[in-house]
């Protein structure tokens, strides 16, 4: 490739807007250019670094059999709908109207896409396991989009999503794609960690993100100085759902469901009985509308797993009995800390565990999942909210440290949560209808080149790591406008190394060396060679590797092995 005809439009002054150094060089290299707020162009430049990302990707996903496809970007609302996210997903997503007054939504993510894909495609369990994946463009109307690609709008993510008979099989996908992102941010140059990524309503350690580290991350994780430990400081304690109780102060779950208009079809929703139901409630004296309904039973919090945690720094403020309602073996609890401002009923005495507490204010039903009682078991993963550094390690053998991260990848497994709702199902080898068990595996393939520039940049520009380099080697020739025999040197150079396949820019532009050494830093390539008359007269070329800070003579016909 020749810059003569492939534009560098390098900007020697870093503009305002951008606050962290990835954006400020992505810009002044020309990689990217904002067309709104959170969109942007990737120019030739920036789309070659864009594509080697996506290669890496690519080879690793193929490797562990995963099989590309292609899903819309928009997406019928009806899917979502029956998924529950709706109503759930709040403003981050994108919603249109077709000119039928159809509605839709510009895809944030593919869960319901891919499960409607494989209830469809998906008849028996020979066909399973499977895993699906895609490269492909996502929206999210992100509430704060900022630095650059990191935080965009519309961006571009590896998403991927596994389907099986049981969960042993999806530990083995889980544990397979873990290693292929492991190989994958290793190949790519990435000093990363993957920590225990928050499972909200799930639980246990079913969910890893991988983090890129850098100052700038907007990230806290927490790991152990000299052990394995790693989680994101998000993390809030998870409990064993399942025969135990959590206290009071442990997640709780909030979903709206604004679609129910009684309790009844609360209940339908919850697909569980309603078994006490109250009306009003004196509160500190004053008449309150108050439902409230525990449900027993053998409830999985995930059945509404909510979008995210809410806030329960603060445990419940309880209203002393006495000022509130009195009720055999009742407390009243605000729900406050969470943001629900409704007063709800709990019955512990009566009920000593309550799976879900729901009460309605004008916005509709909120119901909260809440587990607790009093005899508390162990904590399935700690709770490093608070962490700092120096706190003992949860696994009991370390201190901890603190780290920024940027977060770029994501594995989750996600049990049944969506294909039990969109009824993703196959014939299990008695013949019997079973609910597929799914996982599903993100990449932020746009954001992992801004976290690369993070991690790799000097006072002169990016440092591309060698496979993320859109070009390995650039060539520039002195003088080569004046210098017949440099030219064509410097353009028997470019054919000689781009047939032994390295991408080479020959900066023909005949721009004083000064000019062109200082475009070739900034757009960060890891090799420069020159060729120049005295060079030629030596038999040799000045080479400099990006991230030294000295010339290097190579004796002309050396070349190709040391680069090798
Ligand atoms: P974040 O916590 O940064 O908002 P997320 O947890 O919402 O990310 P996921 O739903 O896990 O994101 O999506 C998978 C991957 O997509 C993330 O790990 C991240 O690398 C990437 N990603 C998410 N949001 C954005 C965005 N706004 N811009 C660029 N990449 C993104
Ligand atoms: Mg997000
Ligand atoms: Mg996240
Ligand atoms: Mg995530």
Not at 298 to 304: A, S, V
Not at 432 to 457: D, F, L, W
Not at 469 to 490: D, K, L, S, T
Request: proline share 6%; aromatic share 8%.
């Amino acid at each position: 490739m020749r810059s003569s005809q492939f534009p560098l439009n390098t900007l020697k002054e870093t503009p305002t807007e951008a606050e962290i150094i990835s954006h400020q060089l992505m810009l002044r290299a020309g990689m990217i250019r904002r067309l709104a707020s959170g969109l942007y162009t990737w120019s030739p430049l920036g789309l070659r670094v864009l594509r080697k990302v996506e290669a890496v990707v690519r080879e690793e996903m193929e490797g562990i059999g995963a099989l590309e496809l292609l899903m819309p970007a928009i997406q019928p609302a009806e899917l979502w709908q029956e998924s529950g996210r709706w109503q759930k997903y709040g403003p981050e997503l994108l919603r249109v109207k077709d000119r039928h007054d159809r509605e839709f939504c510009v895809g944030p993510t593919h869960e319901e896409v891919i499960s409607d894909y494989a209830r469809r495609e998906l008849k028996s369990y020979r066909q399973l396991p499977i895993c699906y994946y895609q490269v492909q463009t996502k929206f999210r109307d992100e509430i704060r989009p900022r630095f650059g690609v990191m935080r965009a709008r519309e961006f571009i993510m590896k998403d991927a999503y596994s389907f099986h008979a049981d969960v042993e099989s999806l530990r083995v996908t889980y544990q397979a794609m873990y290693d292929a992102y492991t190989r994958i941010f290793t190949r790519l140059g990435l000093k990363f960690r993957a920590v225990e990524a928050d499972t909200g309503s799930i639980g246990g350690k079913g969910s890893h993100e991988f983090h890129v580290l850098a100052d700038s991350g907007e990230d806290a994780i927490a790991y152990a100085v000299n052990g394995d430990y790693a989680a994101n400081v998000e993390m809030a304690p998870t409990f064993p759902l399942k025969g135990g109780r959590a206290p009071a102060t442990a997640s709780l779950t909030r979903v709206a469901t604004p679609n129910a208009k009684t309790i009844d079809e609360v209940a339908a929703f919850l697909n569980a009985p309603a078994t006490k139901i109250l009306k009003t409630l004196l509160v500190r004296g004053k008449e309150t509308p108050v439902v409230a309904i525990i449900l027993r039973g053998d409830h999985e919090l995930n059945d509404i797993k909510a979008t995210k945690h809410p806030l329960i720094a603060d445990p419940f403020e309880f209203i002393p009995p006495a000022e509130a309602f009195t009720h055999t073996g009742a407390n009243v609890g605000s729900l406050g800390p969470i943001g629900l401002n409704i007063p709800v009923i709990a019955d512990f005495a009566a009920a000593d565990c309550a799976d879900f507490i729901c009460g309605a204010n004008e916005d509709g039903w909120h119901i909260t999942g809440v587990n607790w009682g009093r005899d508390l078991p162990e904590p399935e993963t700690a709770d490093l909210r608070n962490a700092v550094e120096g706190d003992p390690a949860p696994d009991g053998q370390d201190k901890l440290a603190i780290a920024r991260g940027i977060e770029v990848g994501h594995v989750f497994q996600l049990g049944t949560t969506y294909s039990e709702k969109m009824h993703c199902e196959f014939l299990d080898e008695h013949g019997k209808p079973a609910t597929a068990i799914m996982g599903c595996y993100g990449i932020g393939v746009s954001r992992i080149v801004a976290a690369a520039i993070e991690q790799n940049h000097d006072d002169n520009g990016i440092v591309w790591p060698v496979p993320l380099a859109p070009f390995e080697v650039a060539i520039v020739p002195i003088n080569g406008h004046r210098a017949p025999a440099v030219q064509a040197e410097a353009e028997r150079l470019e054919a000689e190394l781009t047939a032994q396949g390295f991408n080479v820019l020959l900066d023909d532009r005949g721009l004083r060396p000064g000019v062109a050494f200082a475009d070739m830093e900034l757009i960060g390539i890891p090799l420069r060679i020159v060729v120049s008359e005295r060079g030629l007269a030596a038999g040799e070329y000045e080479t400099r590797l990006r991230w030294e800070s000295e010339n290097k003579s190579i004796i002309a016909d050396q070349l190709l092995a040391w680069i090798g």
